[in-house]
Nanobody
Framework: QVQLVESGGGSVQAGGSLRLSCAAS????????MGWFRQVPGKKREGVAA???????KYGDSVQGRFAISKDVASDTLYLDMNSLKPEDSGMYYC????????????????????WGQGTQVIVSS
């Protein structure tokens, strides 16, 4: 079992930046694939960014070049640096993890991840 706790959400104007953090604890912690998903009311969660045990990353098309995912294995913390934020980036951001070590072995759907945090809200105003 893995416990994930997100923080760092808030309100920001378009063009601004935020850094989300996800503290992991429990079995395997940050050793497998980890990712950030975003959800807005009425829609399913969409993948924003993910990183695997080899440090390989992938990003959703809408955030490519603006967001950066990283992790600190020593502190078992996952990060999402969000820059040049747009109103359409608003939503509830969830941290997720799964025991698979490589992104190539999983899909890019929320069903591919086993453990979830409670989410942190991001609001970007125009």
């Amino acid at each position: 079992q893995v416990q994930l706790v997100e923080s760092g959400g808030g309100s920001v104007q378009a063009g601004g930046s935020l850094r989300l953090s996800c503290a992991a604890s429990g079995y395997t912690r940050t050793s497998g694939c980890m990712g950030w998903f975003r959800q807005v009311p009425g829609k399913k969660r969409e993948g924003v960014a993910a990183i695997d045990s080899a440090g390989i990353t992938k990003y959703g098309d809408s955030v490519q070049g603006r967001f950066a995912i990283s992790k600190d294995v020593a502190s078992d913390t996952l990060y999402l640096d969000m820059n040049s934020l747009k109103p359409e980036d608003s939503g509830m951001y969830y941290c997720a993890s799964v025991g698979y070590l490589l992104l190539q072995d999983i899909g890019w759907d929320e069903s591919d991840f086993s453990f979830w945090g409670q989410g942190t809200q991001v609001i970007v105003s125009s």
